[in-house]
């Protein structure tokens, strides 16, 4: 008994001693060694003060050494390196094992597929567009695989469009045969169908009941199951065709934000060059069998980040998992997957910081500063170029979260929309691994791209290795390129073909030079990286003459725990802000009990009133922390309840505030907020 006491003693104070010691030389690292410097930009044209990528500066990447020209020949590729291992993998609980097709069966299934399509009325050609109605799935990534055999051209259609969205989609495409993936939407596309819209054919990967066949009969559709059309493509199978680099891969319609959506035609040959680069970016171009990425999908593959990263793994002979399709769900696929890609959009890590946060706040004063302690000093080795996931601040918080993901990312990348600096501090910290902030439009796939030695925060990197970069004059708002601030405006052969059937407005998005104009601003940071700091348009200018960027005042009030979305209004006729707010119920049944309003006072107007101004002070203090001018905080709010969602047409299908919408919904609400103020 003594022995064993004893021994248990000395076990204890070396792992004591280890991690102390393992602290001290973390410390001497961090005061002896300097941070890595980021790569930076070139100017290879000092009088129209274009950049490029250091690597490229004479030459842009050429991309034919990767020995592939089309998406037809990702697949192949594919199954040449890993054919009989898994390539696509799926469950439909967190009860449930992941089922896997390999890479081998995925090509016999869109065979299946394609020639399912052709054998239904349509030619295996590259005038040949089909739609896909649905969730991010495996199906959904079977269909979208199945065109490129045939030189055929797939469409995604997405709800937050609406129906005048949807509707306008089948009708500009002439699309005449749609996958769909639940009752309602087969409904939907039923009852929508009139003469204007030629659609013929809905594939239904549920089964439909026979009052929906009826309907369908009654409007000239023929339903058709998932399975039928596999069956009728298996039963007669026909002869590839495959593509050339210059033919359409994919239409993608820009989330219509603004107006009406536009419908991005994507090239091959541009698609692939974009998923190259950014392969590029995160050294990723080669690797070895015990190697082979693995990433889980969860996100819309109607547009080009997650359409993107599914095909760069195939590239590699990777594995794709696709979620359950329930966001309470999604922690429990990304542990039992264990991917080692992360494809992460803002909101998502948004979440886990806060959750992270709001657990450590829980725990008190001492919790809070060892947290802080714990980011900073985990970003200064990071900086240093030590990653390593030993340290103590990883057995103290960083550990438990990277589990939770499965244990096993070696790589995050964000995109979708800028990352503030103090999440993505976090998340550097936390994952320990490859983190790279990139950005991209639908309109040209990829712009730029943090370097593997680039950690700072908040900015987007350097051009990519395949495009050339400019800041462009935006006077109205005083931003000048000679000043290191402009309109972001690029040249790559990632370029669009052009929006579908609209030259006008392909005309206004790339000028006559080839220039494309992002409607983004950016700024060259000291280290020559760009730094998104506006956007061109979703601007209010007030009664007084002053711009203010709404998006960028909603990620600052974001931060306050009292909210879960928020959307800042401005009226040109008037000389302040306003906003509509859904709050985060549980912070705010924490605040009620703390300020004594018990159940039957939860709807009170004293209660209301007494919210409302804790919650204004919360967002003036969040705003003045993070250096809001005085005209861009918001000097009245109104709480709504019903919060902003993919599914009421609300939020893109990549998480943005579908401003116009929103706009015109509460329209009233904001000049109501506006006359309280004045009354």
């Not at 022995?3 to 248990?8: I, R």
Request: glycine residues 8%; proline residues 4%; hydrophobic residues 40%.
């Amino acid at each position: 008994m003594t022995s064993t006491l004893f021994v248990g003693i000395i076990t204890g104070l070396v792992l004591i001693l280890s991690t102390l010691l393992g602290y001290i030389f973390s410390f001497i690292r961090i005061i002896f060694q300097k941070p890595i410097i980021p790569t930076g930009a070139i100017e290879i044209d000092e009088k129209e003060h274009i950049y490029a990528h250091p690597d490229y500066r004479d030459k842009l990447l050429d991309v034919s050494s990767f020995g592939i020209q089309t998406l037809y020949d990702v697949i192949l590729r594919g199954i040449q390196l890993s054919g009989d291992r898994p390539h696509f993998s799926f469950r439909q609980s967190s009860d449930q094992l992941f089922k896997s097709y390999t890479h081998k069966q995925v090509f016999e299934i869109i065979k299946e597929i394609g020639s399912g399509i052709v054998n239904s009325g349509l030619e295996p050609s590259n005038d040949t567009i089909f739609g896909i109605y649905a969730s991010p799935s495996v199906n959904y990534a079977l269909c979208l695989y199945a065109a490129w055999p045939y030189s055929m051209v797939p469409i995604g259609i997405y709800d937050s469009l609406g129906r005048d969205g949807v509707k306008f989609i089948i009708k500009q495409s002439a699309v005449e045969l749609i996958f769909v993936d639940n009752i309602q939407r087969i409904q939907n596309l039923i009852e929508w169908k009139d003469e204007t819209i030629a659609l013929k054919t809905i594939v239904c990967c549920v089964q439909p009941s026979d009052e929906l066949k009826k309907l369908a009969e009654d409007k000239q559709l023929k339903l058709i199951t998932f399975e039928q059309l596999k069956e009728l493509g298996r039963n007669n199978p026909i002869e590839i065709v495959p593509p050339k680099s210059t033919d359409r891969a994919v239409i993608m319609y820009t989330s219509g934000s603004t107006g009406e959506p536009k419908g991005c035609v994507l090239s091959h040959e541009g698609f692939l060059c974009g998923i190259c680069a950014i392969l590029v970016s995160v050294n990723l171009t080669k690797v070895e069998v015990e190697d082979i990425p693995r990433v889980l999908n969860y996100l819309p593959l109607a547009h080009v980040f997650g359409s993107g990263t599914i095909i760069g793994i195939t590239y590699l002979g990777g594995e794709i998992g696709f979620w359950q399709g329930k966001v309470e769900k999604l922690i429990d696929d990304f542990r039992d997957f264990r991917p080692t890609v992360l494809a992460m959009v803002p909101r998502l890590l948004n979440k886990l910081y806060d959750k992270v946060r709001g657990d450590v706040r829980q725990k008190g004063l001492l919790s809070r500063i060892i947290f802080r302690l714990a980011i900073t000093n985990k970003l200064a080795l990071i900086r240093r170029g030590y990653s390593e996931k030993d340290t103590l601040w990883d057995k103290l918080i960083f550990e438990k979260i990277r589990q939770s993901f499965g244990g096993k990312v070696n790589r995050v990348l964000s995109t979708g929309a800028p990352l503030s600096p103090e999440v993505c501090q976090f998340s550097r910290a936390a994952f320990s691994c490859v983190f790279i902030e990139c950005y991209g439009q639908t309109e040209c796939v990829i712009i730029c791209s943090q370097t593997l030695n680039d950690f700072e925060s908040g900015e987007t990197g350097i051009p990519t290795p395949v495009t050339h970069l400019k800041l462009v004059d935006v006077p109205e708002k005083e931003y000048y390129a000679k000043d290191g601030i402009g309109e972001v405006c690029l040249k790559s052969p990632t370029l669009f073909l052009g929006y579908l059937k609209d030259q006008a407005k392909t005309s206004e998005a790339i000028d006559e030079q080839g220039w494309l104009h992002t409607g983004d601003i950016g700024r060259w940071t000291p280290y020559r990286t760009i730094k998104l700091v506006d956007r061109k348009k979703n601007m209010y200018k007030l009664s007084q003459g002053e711009y203010v960027a709404p998006e960028k005042i909603e990620d600052i009030y974001a931060r306050s725990q009292f909210i879960s979305q928020i959307f800042v209004y401005g009226d040109s006729f008037e000389s302040f802000l306003v906003a509509i707010i859904i709050l985060n119920d549980d912070y705010v049944k924490q605040w009620k009990i703390r300020e004594g309003f018990d159940n039957q006072t939860t709807s009170s107007s004293i209660m209301n009133t007494k919210l409302k101004q804790i919650v204004l002070e919360d967002m003036t203090n969040e705003g003045k922390k993070r250096g809001l001018m005085s005209y861009e905080q918001v000097k009245a709010i109104e709480f709504i309840s019903e919060p902003f969602t993919i599914e009421n047409g609300l939020l893109t299908p990549t998480f943005k505030a579908r401003r116009f919408v929103i706009e015109k919904k509460y329209k009233p609400l904001f000049q109501t907020i506006y006359q309280s103020i004045k009354t």
